[in-house]
């Protein structure tokens, strides 16, 4: 319990802290932002502070946070590690340059700015990349509280009706104006989401001994024996580290009112995601009480277990209460998912987004595929755990696409050049995640687990080595304008 409680503060001080050095390092100004310079009344609209940190917090906080630290706490006590230094030094620094570069360009998605930033190719393959992770989110955003909300309701009420509810309410969230329907709902369920997570550590800490969070050890303690690199840094993604986060802060960066609350938004939503992946983590751990008990729990689906933690910590009543923002989480993320994707799309075939025709003509597809791949996934045993891998993987690959494109946008301007190492660091980590997990991954190239870690590590060092010579080409060009410019008076 002292190392759960310890990893909230350190949480809480990596905000305070390492969050003030993150916006020293990117220097907000008064600049106007799109919600004030463009404010077209559908996806740049102004939104108060708290709104727009309650609307991200959700956002981002889908299924992940909660089933991705529940499948991470199969590895152990360990994964309260990864939750909290990658979100403090790799996600919370991600998901804030995400959402302020965006501002400084008019909202622009990831796939832009990686054209503005990395080259046209890069573009167009974070194009096709992010539009494919956001319909796959979305789907699994559709299956997870569908199943959940299929235990709760009469039997009538399956899966499958669900599963159409939830997709009729994404058609109205995607062509909506976004202060109509997300801005209204979200901050009532965005509180919902909190008081929930309360509920169910505070029913685990005050259980009268009944549960015990386990103290944290780097020992791997998954029954199979699945290694820790890279496995559970790529299943713990919302709470730590994930490129879905870089599609939904451009969102929000075309509704914060100022540059100067983009701490507060974008990186203080990571921060109380990460508080909600730990809440989980250490559940799932305490209330089965060995990792081999979680992971048999798992195998029968996340959403059993969420229900199971939820009534047995809480009472039917408490744990319905519990479930019932568990459900708000993914489902807010869900929308978003496809609304992001509606809008990278609009930035490529340049269609106009406040004609309702011209969102329709985008969406309507969008919907169709994911309903298909939610079919899919409920008519195969495994079809949640196949789409929640691809998903995984896209997502981290996603996440070091974004940190190398906002250290290119930092070594681009000229003082922000040694702040670079701020985002090159974590972008070289998660280069050697993502490569290592596809090389060696049952869904990837299945090569050797020895020569997978080498290739890895070896792409990381060199993508970092080619960063460290583009720091000091710039040190050296700005120098030798600062000496000209001296001469010449």
Not at 187 to 205: D, K, T
Not at 261 to 279: C, D, N
Not at 302 to 311: G, K
Not at 338 to 360: D, G, M, V
Request: hydrophobic share 50%.
């Amino acid at each position: 319990m002292i190392s759960l409680l310890m990893s909230f503060a350190v949480l809480i001080i990596g905000y305070l802290v390492y969050g003030r050095v993150t916006e020293k390092i990117f220097a907000p100004d008064d600049r106007q932002t799109p919600a004030i310079a463009i404010n077209d009344g559908v996806d740049c609209v102004p939104m108060k502070t708290w709104k727009a940190f309650l609307v991200q917090l959700l956002n981002i906080a889908g299924t992940g946070p909660i089933f991705g630290a529940l499948m991470g706490a199969v590895f152990g006590p360990v994964v309260f590690l990864w939750i909290v230094f990658g979100s403090i030094l790799g996600g919370a620094v991600h998901d804030y340059m995400s959402g302020m570069i965006s501002s400084r360009h008019k909202g622009a998605s990831l796939a832009e700015l990686s054209g503005t930033y990395l080259g046209k190719a890069v573009m167009w393959i974070m194009r096709i990349f992010s539009v494919v992770l956001l319909v796959l989110c979305g789907t699994v955003f559709v299956f997870s509280p569908a199943g959940l909300l299929d235990k709760l309701t009469p039997g009538w009420m399956n899966g499958t009706f669900w599963a159409v509810v939830i997709l009729v309410y994404y058609l109205l969230a995607t062509l909506l104006p976004i202060d109509k329907l997300i801005g209204r709902l979200y901050p009532v369920f965005g509180i919902l989401l909190i008081v929930m997570a309360c509920a169910v550590i505070g029913g685990i800490l005050f259980s009268g001994g009944k549960y015990t969070i386990p103290e944290i050890s780097l020992q791997n303690l998954h029954p199979d024996g699945t290694p820790v690199w890279p496995y559970m840094f790529i299943t713990v993604a919302c709470g730590a580290v994930s490129g879905f986060h870089a599609t939904q802060s451009p969102m929000i960066a075309k509704c914060i009112k100022s540059e100067k609350e983009g701490r507060k938004v974008f990186y203080g939503a990571m921060i109380s995601e990460s508080v909600i992946a730990l809440v989980w983590a250490a559940a799932g751990v305490a209330y089965y009480g060995a990792t081999e008990a979680l992971n048999e729990a798992l195998s029968a689906g996340a959403s059993n277990v969420v229900y199971d933690i939820s009534t047995g910590v809480l009472g039917t009543v408490g744990g319905i209460l519990a479930v019932a923002g568990v459900v708000v989480c993914p489902i807010t993320s869900g929308d978003t998912a496809f609304r992001s994707a509606r809008l990278i799309l609009a930035e490529t075939f340049k269609l106009n987004q406040k004609k309702i025709i011209n969102r329709l003509i985008i969406t309507i597809p969008l919907l169709i595929v994911g309903g298909v791949l939610t079919w899919f996934a409920m008519i195969n045993n495994d079809g949640f755990q196949i789409i929640w891998r691809y998903f995984s993987w896209s997502n981290q690959t996603l996440a070091m696409i974004a940190l190398w494109v906002a250290t290119a946008y930092l070594l681009k301007k000229g003082k922000y050049r040694f702040g670079s190492l701020l985002t090159a660091f974590p972008a070289s980590f998660m280069t050697a995640v993502s490569l290592t997990y596809i090389l060696m991954a049952e869904e990837g190239f299945q090569l050797d687990q020895t020569f997978s870690y080498i290739a890895g590590a070896s792409a990381a060092v060199i993508l970092f080595v080619i960063y460290l010579i583009a720091l000091i080409r710039k040190n050296r060009s700005v120098k030798y304008n600062i000496l000209s410019d001296r001469q010449g008076e």
